[in-house]
């Protein structure tokens, strides 16, 4: 059988895709700074064309470039006479910055191979799965001559600072991006070695709220009739949140789906690692004394308002009796679906001005809609059918992620199917120091990718 075949080059050729890997990972790409974003989306083009899928970078206005390729079977139909659909992968070259760089056992751009798994920024998030779908799409054409669908690439570098400039850039290259379904950027097993398959992610509002008083910092003897900009600040995001962990914020809830049947079934189904959770943030309790599918549940489908730092006033050593100018919080709002932050950020502010805080000031920094594709969908249960297959295990389906993205504007924006697998797993360390894969993940990871796609082709 054909997918034989392929399975066989993607074994064979492991080594060279990970030098591959190797080579993407040795390009910094730090989205935050700046530093080598450009450089490892030439890179990126450079190792797709030695693959055979034809690439380049497309400009995109006030950031950088995406990387877009695309390859087309060569059949003309599926075995059944139809058109052959078309799969868009989603993927983001750029990464997080490597700090704190005294934590990393090898150097974050300095890829390492240490017990079959391979360490740097990016293997995990998400350097590791454009390679694997790369080396998908290469074992089919050196293995079968041809690809059962066409594909298509898309690569920005912008992805962990909040996709700030891809909405216009999607709105405007709408028919080029057109897919009949498409890969997420991650995915991969639980602690159980189970397939992980995600369906959504989470919206998200990111505000600053500032608060002033006073022209410039001044004597705290004179707090009697000064206003304090701080205490501003805490009083106005007191009003916010309450204890129980409600959002207060007139509205907030209104546009919130209930979580259908499915789904409910779905998340009992999810073991969340609680006590290595517990123990890594040296925790007794989860809020709320929170365990089980309940934990679960409000993990991927509550909204949050999160209070993410706070800046006013002297925070050095010792004491400085100052009465602080001003104050700002950074506050992100994790939305759910049908929650939008255009509309949230409305409500913030009819809530502060109902709440005599009409001078806190709100700049907003980033706007991400919440988007899931239903389970009952056909490429959702084709993917979770390849899963099982691949991995010979139950997929574990999440209904949605905690986690936010650029999901919408492929999922609500151009209406494609949008199922999230990768080649990571629960300690993976995306973010953090000793970022790294499992090999062994990698090579199941790949696998799926090239059963999707012969399973699409027929
Ligand atoms: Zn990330």
Not at 269 to 288: A, M, N, Q, R
């Amino acid at each position: 059988m054909s997918l034989d075949k392929v399975n066989k080059f993607i074994e064979d050729e492991l080594d060279r895709f990970l030098q591959q890997l190797s080579r993407l990972v040795r390009q910094p790409s730090v989205a935050a700074t700046g530093e080598g974003v450009k450089e490892c989306a030439e890179l990126l083009v450079e190792i797709m064309k030695e693959n055979g899928i034809p690439a380049r970078t497309l400009p995109v206005e006030g950031g950088p470039p995406v990387v877009y390729g695309e390859l087309r079977t060569q059949s003309g139909s599926t075995p059944l006479g139809r058109e052959p659909p078309t799969l868009i992968f989603y993927d983001h070259y750029d990464v997080q910055p490597p700090d704190p760089l005294d934590e990393w056992e090898s150097p974050p751009f300095e890829p390492q191979i240490r017990d079959d798994k391979i360490y740097g920024r990016g293997t995990s998030d998400n350097k590791g799965n454009i390679i694997s779908r790369i080396h998908a799409v290469q074992a089919f054409l050196s293995a079968i001559g041809d690809i059962p669908v066409n594909v298509k690439f898309f690569v920005e570098g912008e992805e962990e600072i909040g996709s700030p400039h891809l909405p216009p850039f999607i709105n405007k290259h709408k028919s080029l991006f057109k897919a009949n379904c498409g890969i997420w950027e991650f995915g991969g097993v639980d602690h159980e070695g189970r397939p992980n398959i995600w369906l959504g992610l989470k919206g998200m509002l990111y505000v600053e709220l500032w608060a002033r008083g006073a022209a410039t910092d001044t004597h705290s003897a004179r707090a009697p009739i000064i206003p304090n900009a701080a205490w501003r600040l805490v009083w106005a995001l007191n009003t916010l949140k309450n204890q129980d962990e409600r959002v207060l914020i007139e509205g907030f809830y209104d546009d919130v789906l209930e979580p259908t049947k499915k789904e409910l079934e779905l998340i009992e189904k999810i073991h969340y690692p609680e006590e290595i959770v517990k123990k890594d943030l040296g925790l007794k309790s989860f809020l709320k004394n929170l365990t089980g599918p309940e934990l679960v549940k409000t993990l991927l489908l509550e909204p949050t308002c999160t209070i993410c730092g706070i800046q006013s006033g002297y925070t050095g050593e010792g004491s400085k009796t100052v009465l602080p100018s001003t104050a700002m919080a950074k506050v992100d709002f994790r939305l759910v679906a049908n929650q939008r932050p255009k509309d949230i950020l409305e409500k913030l502010r009819n809530h502060l001005d109902k709440h005599g805080f009409n001078d806190i000031e709100i700049i907003a920094r980033s706007f991400l809609e919440p988007a899931k594709t239903p389970v009952e969908d056909d490429f959702v249960q084709l993917v979770i059918r390849a899963a099982e297959e691949v991995y010979q295990k139950e997929a574990i389906v999440y209904p949605t992620s905690a986690g936010s993205g650029p999901l919408y504007l492929f999922r609500n924006v151009l209406g494609i199917p949008m199922v999230s697998v990768g080649v990571g797993y629960p300690l993976s360390k995306a973010h953090a120091p000793n970022e790294h894969i499992r090999i062994k993940d990698y090579v199941l990871g790949t696998k799926l990718i090239a059963r999707i796609m012969s399973d699409l082709g027929k």
